[in-house]
């Protein structure tokens, strides 16, 4: 779609634009203060008094452009000029994440001081440069809003509790059903995989089991985790996400070690496969150990031993096929 340079505009139409730009921004704070309002809520008042201070800039400009140019307004949006960031958006984004929402205000607020230094090089009627000049130095001040939100949670304590929030809604969403898949996708398969190298001594039907069974648990365990609860009460997240996170790591903790029977040497690939099966149990241990708080001894001695039991199973049926 064809776009008109901001140069070409007319004093009228920056005006308009101007009314559009402050509409926009007024609802995108209003969109993130009440996507941050549950978890965020310092956070999501300071978003809700940048929303009524945007929408006192657009009433401001609404008023100046009544009086010159009187009460029709052109409908010019930001992709309709060229030179505007494209952002996506707000209500795509979820959850929020609150130093994404402090890089995209940043942004926005960066962009539209620019807006307006080009805006007052366009206007000469002595009102309208009062009121742009204003804007600008309020925007100025809007610029340093990231940074000066963060002192002021700092300060207050709000930005460690949101911290603490934050996190444990990344354990309870991400973490928790990551490590369930990981876990499940690493420690069942063993079994089969091995059993069936042992059984064969060969590579390709070790490899073809253990794909089987990789991506058959990962969908099983992606339809357990998004079947088992919606959400709304556990704090876990979407039941679509969750299991998605699930199934993919369970697959992916399988095919970590099916992989190496992609080798055609039975001994090497058996070697390979088995170092990336000590490398996946350590890996799971130390997540165990940094995200669910259990002691890092602890933790490995119970994947280790659940995973050589299951490891030495497979192999044991596997020779006496």
């Not at 634009?17 to 309002?37: C, H, K, M, N, T």
């Not at 556990?234 to 679509?240: D, E, K, L, S």
């Not at 970590?256 to 390979?272: C, E, N």
């Not at 002691?295 to 020779?319: E, M, R, Y």
């Amino acid at each position: 779609m064809a776009k008109k340079s901001f140069s070409a505009l007319t004093e009228r139409e920056v005006l308009a634009l101007a009314i559009q730009l402050e509409e926009e921004d007024s609802r995108v704070y209003g969109d993130f203060a009440e996507g941050l309002r549950e978890k965020y809520p310092a956070t999501a008042k300071s978003f809700d008094e940048m929303q009524a201070e945007e929408s006192r800039h657009r009433q401001s400009l609404l008023d100046i452009y009544r009086q010159r140019f009187g009460d029709h307004i052109p409908l010019i949006r930001r992709e309709d000029v060229k030179g505007f960031i494209e952002r996506r958006p707000v209500w795509l984004v979820r959850p929020l994440g609150i130093q994404a929402v402090r890089k995209q205000v940043d942004v926005m607020e960066t962009e539209t001081i620019q807006f307006y230094e080009r805006a007052l090089e366009k206007t000469t009627d002595t009102s309208t440069r009062k009121l742009l000049g204003d804007l600008v130095e309020v925007e100025r001040q809007h610029s340093n809003f990231a940074e000066t939100l963060r002192e002021q949670q700092e300060s207050s304590g709000a930005r460690e509790e949101e911290d603490r929030s934050g996190r444990r809604m990344f354990v309870l969403q991400v973490i928790q059903p990551g490590l369930a898949g990981l876990m499940d996708g690493s420690v069942s398969t063993l079994a089969p995989i091995f059993a069936a190298a042992f059984a064969t001594h060969n590579t390709r039907d070790a490899f073809l089991v253990g794909l089987a069974a990789s991506v058959g648990a990962g969908i099983s365990m992606a339809f357990a985790e998004a079947l088992s609860d919606d959400g709304s009460l556990t704090g876990r997240g979407r039941p679509i996400a969750r299991g998605s996170v699930t199934g993919l790591m369970t697959a992916a903790g399988g095919i970590g070690h099916t992989l190496p029977f992609l080798i055609s040497s039975f001994h090497l690939a058996f070697t390979v496969a088995v170092l990336v099966v000590a490398v996946e149990l350590a890996v799971i241990s130390y997540v165990r150990h940094r995200y669910m708080d259990t002691p890092l001894l602890s933790s490995a001695f119970q994947v280790i031993v659940g995973g050589t039991l299951v490891f030495a199973i497979g192999i044991w049926i596997g020779g006496r096929g």
